[in-house]
């Protein structure tokens, strides 16, 4: 089988600064052991001037990683992808900013990247490339020669025609992604998206099993929602319950209630709101005082972009405010805690709570709504409140499913789902665990995979591309 490149903007996606053992990094890693390949990508350091991959053998898999000055950093990551690409794909554009500098920078790491990758490609690799840092990635690779398959699955949301257009270059961006041969999103609607911008734009067409022809190339377009290892999930949630940690908080509850989230600290996370459907259940519904405690757990990320100096601000002061408005001397309503946990600990905290609060105002999937659901004991499960504007709610059909922007329809479904009787927590349960199964990590993965080597073994997109060909020429 062909080796597997796999390019991702950090090596072993760390959730900022340490090795994630988190999904992704292990349903690649996995793909890559088997195949034998390369991850390449950022180191995370800043070097002082650009210098050729470092590479690191380890059995099957070679790790190339590069570092990234501080002009490539600041322009690149910082800039074009972090406050312009992120912002406008969670259509957040009015945090949006757009400076020429950066998108030149973004460009530039793209073009040398895909120079520093060529060098190790042999030819029969396929290349999966992942997320908005490295949108025009495959182009870079095929502006120097290179004609391996590449696919690219994007790991946020790709926003509808009207947003993605307040992003200045965005047809330059979309006409890089069409240089991929298979290009997967999170969800239907992301993939719509897509094919609505190339199709309203008059980009190009889209036959019904879902290759585009737009921009002189045919590519497969379709929706690969990323998913997770449940059981071994639901065992580690089980096998960390008595680490020290987890008993603390279990013994600081007494017979309260939990209500856990856990997030990254972004904006588009919807924390501020989140906090504020909490104080509105305690406003409205008194008999909860003392009762029920909410622990948002949220460690900082990319602190060094100002929007996200502001969140945690605004987030520090609601709580305080929150706090101050209804503790008793015995009870804090909300515990934010500032801070990374170990993942397996956060599994075990999310068996012990009562209610998963997960209501992003825009998430690509949110793996956090589905582990909450795998950590859960089937005995007597906890219930999942999920914002309709997270991927994961198109594939989890027992959460009480609300809109983040109105306060108090969560604090309602908070309520219900506090209140919820074992049998139809136990249903909901069931309801999700059989999807979480069949949809699992492997399986998205293995399909991404499946139609990229397709493509790569002279494929159905080569037959039906000369098939669409043949039609647009009224042959
Ligand atoms: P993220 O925006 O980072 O990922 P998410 O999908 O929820 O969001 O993944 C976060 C991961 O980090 C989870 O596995 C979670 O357990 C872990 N994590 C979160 N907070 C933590 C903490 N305090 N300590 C330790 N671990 C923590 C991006 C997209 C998502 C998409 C994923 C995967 O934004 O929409 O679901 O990629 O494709």
């Known amino acids: 089988m062909s080796r597997l490149i796999v390019v991702s903007n950090r090596v072993a996606p760390t959730q900022e600064g340490r090795p994630a053992a988190g999904g992704l990094a292990i349903g690649v890693l996995d793909a890559l052991k088997e195949t034998g390949g390369v991850w390449f990508g950022w180191s995370g350091e800043i070097v002082s001037e650009a210098a050729p991959p470092v590479i ?13 000055t501080k002009r490539d950093y600041d322009q690149y990551y910082r800039g074009f992808s972090n406050a312009t690409l992120w912002p406008a794909f969670h259509y957040r554009n009015d945090l949006a900013r757009f400076d020429r500098q950066e998108y030149a920078g973004y460009l530039r790491v793209n073009v040398t990247l895909a120079k520093q990758l060529k060098a190790l490609l042999e030819p029969d690799d396929i290349v999966w490339v992942h997320d908005y840092h490295l949108l025009p990635f495959a182009r870079c690779l095929r502006d120097i020669g290179v004609t391996n398959p590449i696919g690219f699955f994007l790991h946020i949301p790709f926003p509808v025609p009207e947003m993605l257009r307040t992003v200045p270059p965005h047809e330059e961006l979309v006409k890089c992604m069409c240089s991929y041969d298979v290009v997967g999103f999170q969800t239907e609607a992301d993939r719509q998206s897509f094919v609505d911008y190339i199709e309203r734009g008059g980009h190009g067409s889209t036959s019904d099993d879902g290759i585009v022809h737009a921009y002189d190339r045919f590519l497969k377009v379709a929706a690969y929602p990323i998913g997770i290892y449940p059981d071994s999930i639901a065992k580690a949630a089980a ?12 013994d600081s509850m007494r017979d309260r209630k939990l209500i856990m989230s856990v997030d990254r600290l972004d904006y588009s996370k919807g924390l501020v709101e989140r906090f504020q459907a909490f104080e509105r259940l305690l406003q409205n519904a ?34 305080g405010r929150i706090n101050g408005r209804f503790a ?30 997960v209501t992003p105002l825009r998430d690509g999937m949110n793996l956090v709504a589905k582990e909450y659901v795998a950590s859960q004991d089937p005995e007597d499960p ?47 349960h069931a309801d999700m665990m059989g999807p979480l199964r069949e949809n699992n990590l492997s399986v998205w ?7 990229l080597r397709r493509v790569a073994n002279a494929s159905s997109v080569t037959a039906k591309a000369v098939k669409l060909a043949d039609a647009t020429a009224g042959r």
């Open 445 to 451: 993965r293995d399909t991404f995979l499946g139609d």
């Open 239 to 250: 096998q960390f319950a008595d680490r020290k940690v987890v008993k603390s908080l279990r």
């Open 56 to 68: 690191d053998q380890q059995d099957s898999v070679t790790y190339a990683t590069v570092g990234l």
């Open 286 to 319: 008194p008999g909860w005082h003392g009762r029920v405690s909410l622990v948002q757990i949220a460690p900082p990320t990319r602190s060094d972009v100002q929007t996200y100096q502001r969140i945690r601000q605004n987030l520090e002061g609601e709580a």
């Open 328 to 357: 008793q001397l015995d009870w804090t309503p909300i515990q934010y805690l500032n801070r990374k946990y170990e993942r397996n600990v956060l599994m075990a905290l999310f068996r012990l709570s009562q209610v998963g609060y």
């Open 382 to 428: 906890g219930v999942l409140v999920l914002s309709q504007f997270a991927g994961a709610a198109e594939q989890l059909p027992g959460a009480l499913v609300v809109n983040p922007f109105d306060l108090s329809q969560m604090a309602e479904a908070l309520e219900r789902a506090l209140s919820m009787p074992l049998a139809e927590r136990q249903a909901r």
